[in-house]
């Protein structure tokens, strides 16, 4: 129990957090067509920004079932490294079908305080699970049900607040190096691309954002590979080298 009330208090920052984000998904959704139950469906389903911004804009146009996978699996297939990388600190009885239940809340920001514990218990990660959740199916909820009464001048521009949650993410990452700034660059110069020349436009939105993500990182690893004699950095600021000696 001691370890459950230290995940939930490990989760307060990262609900709080969700709460804000997922408001202004909500308002979004309602924006877009959706019932408010629809929406809160989506995020206590789903529980992914990104994929669910994405998402909403391909389900408002029936058929595009392609589309929706390769854009939901491009951008969530970093939450399957993250449970690989993380399950080497999982305790004993951190196994079987509890891994599969609690993948589920596999997030950035969770994946990053679990990632600081020595090893990771299951009662540990179901505490830090139960705030964030909370948060975001809450936070979407209001915004919503808010959607639906709120001006539309008023709605308009809360819905960019969400398009400020991923500069705050992007921008931490462009001042450790020139090859994150390059990356996101060539982001931005794909998508311009993609909406203004005329062949391209035509493209759908979440291939498009697939296209981009995938040719800029393809492009980024090529000009700027990594040495392989490298130390790769893990959680907390330790290298590998060291996490091995501590636990070997």
């Known amino acids: 129990m001691s370890n459950f009330k230290r995940g939930l208090k490990a989760g307060i920052p990262i609900g709080l957090g969700y709460l804000s984000v997922s408001f202004t998904f909500g308002i979004m959704a ?9 929406a809160v469906l989506i995020s206590m389903t789903t529980v992914t920004s990104a994929g669910q911004l994405a998402g909403i804009g391909v389900m408002i146009h029936p058929g595009q079932y392609l589309e929706m996978l390769v854009s939901q699996l ?21 196994a079987g079908i509890w891994r599969w239940i609690f993948g589920f809340m596999m997030t950035d920001e969770i994946f990053a305080v679990a990632s600081r514990e020595e090893e990771v ?21 209001v915004g919503a049900l808010l959607g639906n009464v709120l001006p539309a001048r008023l709605m308009s521009a809360l819905s960019i607040a969400i398009y400020g ?9 462009m001042k450790k190096g020139i090859a994150v700034i390059c990356v996101v660059v060539l982001s931005a110069i794909f998508s311009c691309l993609f909406y203004y020349v005329p062949v391209l436009s035509h493209v759908s939105g979440g291939i498009a954002i697939s296209a981009c993500a995938v040719a800029a990182a393809v492009i ?3 000009v700027f590979p990594a040495a392989d004699n490298e130390p790769t950095q893990c959680a907390g600021g330790e290298n590998s080298g060291e996490q091995e000696v501590r636990h070997g």
């Open 165 to 173: 949650m991923f500069v705050a993410i992007v921008v931490p990452e």
């Open 30 to 38: 309602v924006s877009y067509g959706l019932h408010w139950w629809q």
């Open 220 to 222: 980024g690893a090529i």
């Open 121 to 141: 218990s299951r009662s540990f990660f179901a505490g830090l699970s139960v705030l964030p959740f909370a948060g975001w199916t809450f936070g979407t909820l």
């Open 74 to 94: 491009t951008i969530n297939v970093r939450y399957s490294f993250m449970a690989i990388s993380l399950s080497q600190k999982t305790d004993s009885k951190f």
